[in-house]
Every structure is written in structure tokens, then in C-alpha cells.
């Protein structure tokens, strides 16, 4: 398998048990903390681009959610592929806390850049999706290093 596709496939894994982890927390909290969600919203109301009649459901949101965690894959391949042959539990933390920092830093300049930002407690959405981003560097890391662990089979069939 090439690295390319190695890492789109752990980018979409982090991704989807990032949003999930999202959905749950949510729910929990009867707040507005998806991902892709809160990204349709910020398209919706922004005045220079089409509109979004469903905010969930919406394509927009997702798949610009989903280049982002490939785009974050691609990052921790590039800059800590050291990390990706041994990644240890604490090098997926510490990647982790950095990527949730990003993560929150990049969030709060949308919203403070917006017009009208979507509304949600952003206090719990930062923690959240902080935490979201160390499930999201877990599942990613991990997924790319068992999909890196099957070229040496490949090469023995």
C-alpha cells in the first residue's frame, strides 16, 4: 500500500472516531460540539457563500472535516514520522495535546473572525475538542502504523 493511502485511510479513521467522540460528548451535554456540524453552520451564516438548508446533514461540513484530519495525518507523517515507526503512548499524547492545541487556536479564530459565529458554550466545546483531537492522533497513529506493519507481509507472499 502507498504512503498516500496509508494515510488517508488513518486520517478518516482518527477522523471518524474524532466526530463520534464529539457527537457522544454532544449529546451528553445538549450542546452543538460537532465538527462538521459547527462548520456547515459557519458556511450558512456567512454572507458571501451559499446557503445550507441542512446544517447535519450538509456534505460541506464532512468532507471539509475529513480533508482536515487527512491534512493533520499528513502533518504527523511529514514532521514526526520517527513517531510513526515507534509511536509510543506518550508520543500519541504529546501529539495529541499539540494537535488539540492547534485545533482550539484554529477554532477560536474562526469564530472570532466570523460575523456570526454559531452559537454553543465554548468553554466545553474547547475542552471537548480537545480532547477529541488526542482520541483523533490515537486512532489515526495507530491505524497507520498497523497498515505500515502490513508491508512486511506483503513482501512474504
Known sequence: MKTIEKIIIAGVVGTTFMTLYSYLKARKENQEYVEPIM???????????????????HPSGYILHYATGIGF?????????????????SKILLIGVLSGVTGIA?????????????????????RQLFIAHIIFTLFAISTY?????????EYLN
Not at 75 to 82: D, G, L, S
Not at 109 to 126: C, E, I, V
Open 39 to 57: 462548520i456547515n453552520k459557519l458556511i450558512d451564516n456567512s454572507e458571501d457563500l451559499p446557503q445550507i438548508h441542512d446544517e447535519e446533514s
Open 73 to 89: 495525518m499528513a502533518v504527523y507523517y511529514m514532521a514526526w514520522e520517527k513517531a510513526l515507526s515507534k509511536p509510543t503512548l
Open 106 to 126: 484554529v477554532w477560536k479564530l474562526l469564530f472570532a473572525q466570523h460575523s456570526r459565529p454559531p452559537q454553543n458554550y465554548r468553554h466545553g466545546y474547547y
Open 145 to 153: 502504523k498497523v497498515l505500515d506493519s502490513n508491508k512486511h507481509r
